[in-house]
């Protein structure tokens, strides 16, 4: 069942990708490796190859028929849905068009194309093909002249803001041309579980059975995590702004939301709602609406330059794709280029130690776009920092986040440190989790889990696609960091605390202690309702370390999404949505609401834009 439910993904991702980009290039090889200069050398059958990816192993079937690849099968990996399957997809497709394995990569998903190759390449080598064999380069075809298009309306980066901004605009009456220069859409939105907060909508009312939620308490809320560092005008407009985005997007886009299925304790009201499907089927429905409203989407196209007049207005944004140069001029311009994660040389010295979970290329081209023309910045020093990483490839993390929660909600489970203590209420807000965390001279804690907790563990990393199979996860016993595994099981806890290089003394007492308060119904750090660990059965320990993917800092906007200058103005034509834009969630973000940032502010940011465009007609 799991096997088909990725191959369906792979198929949906590629279809997204087939309907709504028809002016993508494809490759066209000027030279096809020769199936019959590897007869010599290999035989047919079927042959099997691996290369580590970006989650993990990638294991691949490579069929040989009369002396050339009939098929290359992806037969087992753990990459994300949305990305990597749309990686997979492609490139086995290439190889076997081309006959050879020097295909293109997949930009957005370069380490998961990369893996595919290099397992074809290294079964096709144990079957006894040469280097050169399915060797040769596909090249693409390249247009001298720059092509010319034009717009009311063009959004640069198709993540969650831009995608909402496009749809948004073109639901509006507006001609829009969205470009995004990876080979996919969903930026880092695509890489978490689509949740939202639904403050003022109708559908809080109905489905969460909310009447205490107003603007003024989620404006409170999002301050209080973003310890005041916010901007407050964006918050305010966010806050207010919310309900109705929501309800678009429900009512009139059939964006298949309900209620989270975690519900994180850092909202003072019942707010929070999540995709069924998690972001890959938000994607799916709103890239349809986007093609249904005469949307253009240009995939694998980056913009390098906004285009400006004499006046510094912005006239559009020049564009590179696979085969040249296309300037595209438009009545607005939204820069939703999303932010600079993967760029280590803008990213404050405080993140030595921490693992990147998001897309390596979140290099901050739009924030770079925009100092270009003279916008401002502010937070440029604040990261969001999440909790419960797994480093399952090295310096990269899994956000297990919601597979810990799980397993410590009425489950026994414990977080201690190195030296084997507890340090803080397992069912505290990331927020505090992530405190308690970084505050260690290592920055690691770990999950100490009985065998119901551990259940809980594996259902949620099961339901959530963190893994492929529950033997993804047993795989990490065998992954070590720093001399020690990711994950450890047995029965005795003192030699799993060896093994994991945790004080076993202290953490025998801390069990001991902590199991007692639970007895008597109540414990040191106020958990609500704790629960013991088992006795007499498995413990399973796992890794906790701090992990980022959005900037929290970026390009400076006003509530209309319109981009500012040095001195406070906007800068004409111009609008943000997304991580772009900076301020809107301060030195840390409450649940969900990164997501509901990208996807509000695109709302905003596109509504406006389409008015301002059609009222310069």
Request: proline share 2%; net charge negative.
């Amino acid at each position: 069942m799991r096997k088909m439910e990725k191959l369906l993904a792979a198929v949906l991702s590629v279809g997204m990708l087939a309907s709504c980009s028809s002016s993508t290039p494809t490759s066209t090889p000027s030279a096809t490796a020769s199936a019959s200069s590897s007869t010599a050398s290999i035989a047919d059958g079927e042959y099997e190859g691996e290369a580590t990816g970006n989650n993990g192993p990638v294991d691949v079937k490579v069929t040989i028929k009369d002396g050339a690849i009939s098929n290359v099968e992806v037969t087992n990996n753990s990459e994300s849905q949305g990305i990597g399957d749309v990686a997979i997809e492609k490139v086995s497709s290439d190889i076997v068009a081309h006959q050879t394995t020097n295909v293109d990569n997949v930009t957005g998903a370069t380490i998961t194309a990369s893996a595919v190759k290099t397992a074809v390449r290294n079964a096709l080598e144990s079957a006894g093909a040469s280097k050169d064999d399915f060797s040769e380069k596909v090249e693409v075809e390249k247009i001298a002249d720059t092509r010319k298009m034009d717009a009311d309306v063009v959004v640069i980066g198709a993540g969650g803001g831009g995608v909402a901004a496009a749809v948004k605009a073109a639901d509006e009456g507006a001609k829009v041309i969205l470009v995004e220069k990876n080979d996919m859409v969903g930026g880092d939105t695509m890489c978490n579980a689509g949740t939202l907060i639904a403050t003022g909508s109708k559908f809080q009312k109905e489905k969460l059975n909310e009447t205490k939620d107003s603007p003024e308490l989620a404006y409170e809320d999002i301050m209080r995590i973003g310890l005041n560092k916010n901007d407050p005008e964006l918050v305010k407009m966010i806050s207010e702004s919310i309900g109705s985005t929501v309800d678009w997007l429900v009512d009139d886009m059939k964006v298949p939301y309900d209620v989270a299925a975690t519900q994180y304790p850092d909202h003072s009201a019942n707010r929070q709602i999540g995709v069924v499907g998690r972001s890959y089927a938000f994607f799916d429905v709103m890239t349809k609406n986007f093609s249904d409203r005469g949307g253009e989407l240009l995939l694998g196209t980056k913009a390098t330059k906004l285009l400006t007049d004499d006046s510094g207005a912005i006239t559009g944004v020049e564009c590179e794709d696979r085969q040249g140069t296309i300037d595209i001029t438009a009545k607005v311009t939204i820069d939703a280029a999303g932010g600079f994660g993967a760029n280590s040389s803008l990213l404050p010295d405080s993140l030595s130690g921490y693992m990147f979970y998001g897309r390596t290329t979140d290099m901050g081209d739009g924030l770079q776009l925009g100092e270009d023309v003279g916008a401002d910045t502010i937070n440029m020093d604040l990261v969001k920092v999440y909790p419960q990483g797994v480093e399952t490839v090295k310096n990269r993390a899994l956000a297990a986040t919601a597979s810990s929660t799980a397993a410590t909600k009425d489950h026994g489970a414990i977080y201690v440190n190195t030296k084997g203590d507890r340090v803080i209420k397992e069912t505290g807000t990331l927020a505090e989790i992530t405190e308690a965390t970084v505050a260690q001279d290592d920055k690691i804690l770990y999950l100490i889990m009985d065998e119901d907790a551990w259940k809980a563990y594996v259902d949620k990393s099961l339901e959530d696609k963190l893994v492929a199979s529950e033997d993804d996860l047993y795989k990490w016993e065998s992954i070590e960091n720093d001399g020690k595994p990711v994950l450890a099981e047995g029965t005795d806890l003192a030699e799993l605390a060896k093994t994991m290089g945790i004080d076993s003394d202290e953490l025998a007492k801390t069990v001991e202690e902590y199991n007692k308060a639970c007895a008597e119904g109540k414990d040191a750090f106020g958990k609500e309702n704790p629960v013991a660990l088992k006795e007499g059965g498995k413990y399973y320990v796992v890794e906790q370390r701090p992990r980022f993917c959005t900037t929290l800092g970026g390009l400076k906007a006003n509530t209309d999404m319109q981009i500012l200058d040095k001195d406070g103005n906007p800068i004409q034509n111009f609008y943000g949505a997304g991580s772009v834009v900076g301020g809107a969630n301060g030195a840390d973000s409450m649940t969900a609401m990164m997501n509901s940032w990208a996807i509000g502010s695109g709302v905003v940011a596109g509504e406006n834009a389409a008015k301002a465009a059609t009222e310069s007609k």
